[in-house]
């Protein structure tokens, strides 16, 4: 397993601090012999990434705010400079304004999903397209990171719910166009897991202990689990799949209530 992607270069997007799970993913991808581009929003986040540099194998750290479609191919210039090409993208960005993820999700405001939609959505197909010259005919891989909430209603999920909706929609659209290039997209729903992203969902420690108690495993999902689930999805060992949503949520998603 340690081989598993030897000479793979992978782009990991959303690493806020040593508790997210897309740091889970890069040190999976690190372990396994990949060499990492690992992007932060602004100068803030990238102190936090900086710190956690050091753990990985000669990693590649650029600045990119997704909200920016000059700052999304900026990037892709820079990694093609840099790295040459594209074998993976680990895509772990959420983000809807605080007062939307509380009260009746009628009472969201306009600007309130747009953003929600841009970032958590929109963002995938943005990154998608402006790396398809680094990533095609390379048997590359795309995964993203959803949640129950985008088929179930979650207390205080909200607009977030629906972002994630559009999000395992654009899975599977994006699966569809991708596939001639070579290029898998697939979706990882994780279990509630406490992390910088999810303290803004109003009750999140109820709900990771509400899953523990009730999902089939009966324990927390950790972010080592979903990086090594989303390591067998970056790589060649899941050729043939594209289009899919993995659970890792300790069978929680296959109960009534």
Same mark, same amino acid.
Request: aromatic share 6%.
């Given at each position: 397993?340690?081989?598993?992607?030897?000479?793979?270069?992978?782009? %990991?997007?959303?690493?806020?601090?040593?508790?997210?799970?897309?740091?889970?993913?890069?040190?999976?991808?690190?372990?396994?012999?990949?060499?990492?581009?690992?992007?932060?929003?602004?100068?803030?986040?990238?102190?936090? %990434?900086?710190?956690?540099?050091?753990?990985?194998?000669?990693?590649?750290?650029?600045?990119?705010?997704?909200?920016?479609?000059?700052? =999304?191919?900026?990037?892709?210039? @820079?990694?093609? /400079?840099?790295?040459?090409?594209?074998?993976?993208?680990?895509?772990?960005?959420?983000?809807?304004?605080? /007062?939307?993820?509380?009260?009746? #999700?009628?009472?969201?405001?306009?600007?309130? #999903?747009?953003?929600?939609?841009?970032?958590?959505?929109?963002?995938?197909?943005?990154?998608?397209?402006?790396?398809?010259?680094?990533?095609?005919?390379?048997?590359?891989?795309?995964?993203?990171?959803?949640?129950?909430?985008? /088929?179930?209603?979650?207390?205080?999920?909200? %607009?977030?719910? *629906?972002?994630?909706?559009?999000? /395992?929609?654009?899975? @599977?659209?994006?699966?569809?166009?991708?596939?001639?290039?070579?290029? @898998? *997209?697939?979706? =990882?729903?994780?279990?509630?897991?406490?992390?910088?992203?999810?303290?803004?969902?109003?009750?999140?420690?109820?709900? =990771?202990?509400?899953?523990?108690?009730?999902?089939?495993?009966?324990?927390?999902?950790?972010?080592?689990?979903?990086?090594?689930?989303?390591? #067998?999805?970056?790589?060649?060992?899941?050729?043939? =799949?594209?289009?899919? *949503?993995?659970?890792?949520?300790?069978?929680?998603?296959?109960?009534?209530?």
């Amino acid at each position: 397993m340690t081989a598993l992607l030897e000479g793979k270069v992978g782009l %990991v997007m959303g690493v806020a601090n040593k508790r997210s799970i897309a740091w889970g993913i890069a040190n999976a991808a690190n372990k396994a012999g990949a060499r990492l581009v690992l992007t932060y929003q602004n100068e803030r986040l990238g102190e936090n %990434v900086r710190e956690l540099a050091p753990q990985l194998n000669d990693p590649i750290l650029l600045e990119c705010d997704v909200a920016s479609d000059e700052q =999304i191919q900026t990037l892709m210039s @820079r990694i093609g /400079e840099q790295a040459g090409h594209l074998d993976f993208i680990a895509h772990a960005l959420a983000f809807a304004p605080r /007062e939307a993820l509380s009260g009746m #999700f009628a009472d969201t405001k306009r600007d309130d #999903f747009r953003i929600a939609l841009d970032i958590s959505a929109y963002s995938l197909a943005a990154v998608s397209r402006a790396a398809l010259p680094l990533m095609k005919d390379r048997q590359a891989a795309i995964l993203t990171l959803t949640y129950l909430g985008a /088929e179930r209603v979650i207390q205080n999920y909200n %607009v977030m719910g *629906v972002a994630k909706a559009a999000l /395992e929609a654009s899975v @599977r659209y994006l699966a569809n166009d991708l596939g001639p290039h070579g290029i @898998r *997209v697939n979706a =990882i729903s994780a279990g509630p897991i406490k992390t910088l992203a999810s303290s803004a969902v109003g009750g999140i420690s109820g709900m =990771i202990k509400l899953h523990t108690e009730r999902a089939p495993l009966r324990k927390q999902v950790d972010i080592d689990e979903v990086g090594d689930a989303a390591l #067998f999805l970056i790589s060649p060992l899941s050729r043939g =799949i594209s289009g899919e *949503v993995l659970y890792v949520d300790g069978g929680y998603h296959i109960l009534g209530v």
